[in-house]
């Protein structure tokens, strides 16, 4: 799609510097980066580096042993799903969970009690990737549209035996404000549920440092608390039910977006206030050199416009794929605007248009991870459960009829999706020697990869994109997706 066929003015206004903002970064400014980042997470036994052959990759700086781990790579964006948001409290920051478990339990059964719990399926040791079934939510084959409703309740004879288990509005308040303890919940000690600091009830904390530092990289341009003027907070009202109706995917991009301006504010009122004369003549007065230096951080990620690398979903003919590709692009351009309204910047405005939004929510599609995080409430159930016999059945007294509510939804986990720049970079393999798995210790939204068998020095560190334990075809069918046909050895060997 060209800037001339775009919905969006912007995209014709702006196409000199989205132009230059979507070109690839050079060799040196991407290595300085790697460099720099890998140094700052202190993750040393590994490089990013491109070969003509591959091209970007990471590699061992020193030799791992299987089920060592590589990699702990930090979130650069991510964000709960807004569905899992009902039956896990959470750091909006970290992920971890917080409060505590009379908190969680009591808070999803008054959720399950309103109708409002959703059950999602997890893994609660692995992270895989997202981009293979990542599709809007509403966007399904019905003939000549893709519009449909989608519900996501349990079964009738589910939620009947949960509502003869359900408790009493009068016990998990008691459970939710503290004047209720289980038995042996100290042994599930949660950090404290820290509020917004501007008020809103949409983001919790664990500590005040993950709090400020939500609110200076993302939150203080996204949150709709009190202090903010009446119209933004609508206008950011209208775009959040829209992504929650549609496709979360969106919340991750206008993060990216608030990201990226709050950086430039920053790198401009440093000038300001350095009067670097020298910098401002450069510049000659544009505001975008600084726009270029905020967007650093995106540039280096791979990217492909989402209606082009969206996967077609199974739902969706081949003969209507040209009509699906453009409702989804006529839907990220119905989200933009909504954004648009609610954080527009005109020194920023090149942001707001169609190609760039539409390109960072490719990148996250090609490569953002699911965001695992296993709950303390199945541990907790599980202590229990391994108690010796007299403490066991003196413990159920009380945990028993809290664990029948619950019903199979004891167990669900804090589910998102994340970018992580060094993670991103890593190459798939049919035959990998490392997976990103979460391990018992690894409590918060972090990626963790591990290797799967013995790693040399300066050998190419990768990952599986899809299932590859299914056969050729189908694995290559799957990648075709993220734009390449596997040539791993296993895929060599076992080709026609």
Same mark, same amino acid.
């Given at each position: 799609m060209s800037s001339s066929s775009s919905p969006c003015p912007l995209d014709a206004e702006f196409s000199d510097q989205i132009a230059a903002l979507?070109? $690839? #970064?050079? $060799?040196?400014?991407?290595?300085?980066?790697?460099?720099?980042?890998?140094?700052? *997470?202190?993750? /040393?036994?590994?490089?990013?580096k491109r070969t003509k052959k591959i091209g970007k990759g990471v590699f061992a700086n020193k030799e791992f042993k299987e089920g060592e781990l590589i990699l702990k790579d930090q979130i650069l964006f991510a964000a709960q799903h807004s569905s899992n948001k009902v039956d896990c409290l959470v750091c909006s920051r970290c992920f971890c969970f917080i409060g505590s478990v009379e908190l969680q339990i009591g808070r999803k059964l008054y959720f399950q009690n309103t109708g409002l719990s959703r059950k999602q399926? &997890?893994?609660?040791? *692995?992270?895989?990737?997202?981009? @293979?079934? /990542?599709? $809007?939510?509403?966007?399904?084959? @019905?003939?000549?549209?893709?519009?449909?409703?989608?519900?996501?309740?349990?079964g009738s004879s589910t939620s009947q035996k949960l509502k003869e288990n359900s408790l009493s509005e009068e016990i998990l308040e008691s459970l939710m404000n503290g004047d209720l303890s289980l038995p042996h919940s100290k042994n599930f000690l949660l950090p404290p549920v820290v509020a917004c600091p501007g008020g809103c009830e949409e983001e919790h904390y664990c500590s005040q440092q993950c709090a400020d530092s939500d609110w200076g990289l993302f939150h203080s341009l996204l949150c709709n608390g009190n202090g903010v003027e009446s119209t933004q907070r609508d206008a950011l009202l209208r775009f959040i039910d829209h992504a929650n109706r549609t496709n979360d995917i969106f919340i991750l991009?206008? %993060?990216?977006?608030?990201?990226?301006? !709050?950086?430039? +504010? %920053?790198? %401009?009122?440093?000038?300001?206030?350095?009067?670097?004369?020298?910098?401002?003549?450069?510049?000659?007065g544009s505001c975008f050199p600084l726009l270029f230096d905020a967007w650093k951080s995106i540039s280096m990620g791979f990217k492909g416009r989402w209606w082009d690398c969206i996967s077609l979903p199974d739902e969706v003919s081949f003969s209507n794929e040209a009509s699906f590709r453009m409702q989804i692009r006529d839907l990220a351009f119905t989200s933009l605007q909504l954004l648009k309204d609610a954080i527009f910047n005109k020194e920023c405005a090149p942001l707001f248009s169609l190609e760039i939004y539409g390109t960072i929510i490719g990148m996250f599609e090609l490569n953002n991870l699911d965001l695992v995080v296993a709950s303390p409430v199945e541990d907790y159930f599980i202590y229990?459960? /391994? !108690? $010796?016999? #007299?403490?066991?059945?003196?413990?159920? %007294?009380?945990?028993? +009829?809290? !664990?029948?509510? !619950?019903?199979?939804?004891?167990?669900? &986990? &804090?589910?998102?999706t994340g970018f992580y720049p060094l993670q991103s970079c890593m190459n798939h393999s049919c035959c990998p020697n490392a997976q990103a798995f979460k391990r018992d210790e690894d409590?918060?939204?972090?990626?963790?990869?591990?290797?799967? +068998?013995?790693?040399?020095?300066?050998?190419?560190?990768?990952?599986?994109?899809?299932?590859? /334990?299914? #056969?050729f075809e189908e694995r290559q069918a799957l990648l075709a997706d993220y734009g390449f046909r596997c040539k791993c050895q296993k895929c060599l060997d076992e080709q026609p």
């Open positions: 979507l070109a $690839p #970064p050079s $060799p040196q400014s991407e290595q300085e980066y790697y460099d720099e980042l890998i140094e700052k *997470t202190k993750c /040393d036994g590994i490089r990013v399926d &997890c893994d609660h040791d *692995t992270i895989s990737s997202t981009s @293979e079934e /990542d599709f $809007p939510t509403e966007l399904l084959d @019905e003939g000549e549209g893709f519009i449909t409703d989608h519900s996501n309740g349990v991009a206008a %993060k990216a977006i608030s990201f990226v301006i !709050l950086k430039y +504010r %920053k790198l %401009k009122q440093h000038i300001e206030n350095s009067k670097d004369k020298v910098y401002q003549e450069v510049t000659d229990i459960d /391994d !108690l $010796p016999f #007299p403490e066991k059945e003196e413990a159920e %007294k009380v945990t028993k +009829r809290f !664990l029948n509510a !619950l019903g199979e939804e004891y167990s669900v &986990c &804090c589910q998102g409590k918060d939204g972090q990626a963790v990869i591990l290797a799967t +068998r013995s790693i040399s020095l300066e050998e190419e560190i990768t990952i599986s994109y899809i299932d590859e /334990d299914v #056969p």
